[in-house]
């Protein structure tokens, strides 16, 4: 079954994350990113797609951009840890 979420971010340049999950497989489906770095957040979109939730959520937390306390890849984790 896929499901379909929306989570606001907090301290990015991302205001927004859309993303869909395959409850079955436990994959991400498909996310967009509003706001934020266009060509970088492609580039994690392209190597994040139907990969398995832990692993993305393992890959990407607390990662920070710059002198901020979160980032894009970090604000993706905890979208994704808010829907387990």
């Known amino acids: 079954m896929i499901k379909e979420y929306t989570y606001y971010c907090k301290g990015t340049c991302s ?3 859309n993303y869909k999950i395959d ?4 994959k991400l489906v498909d996310i967009e990113i509003i ?32 002198f901020k ?3 894009c890849p970090d604000q993706i984790a905890k979208a994704l840890k808010e829907t387990k």
Do not use: A, P, V
Request: hydrophobic share 25%.
């Open 15 to 17: 205001r927004q994350i």
């Open 23 to 26: 409850t079955e497989t436990n």
């Open 35 to 66: 706001g934020g770095c266009n060509g970088n957040l492609k580039g994690i979109k392209s190597l994040i797609t139907n990969m398995d939730i832990d692993e993305i959520i393992s890959k990407l937390e607390n990662i920070k951009c710059g």
């Open 69 to 71: 306390t979160t980032s």
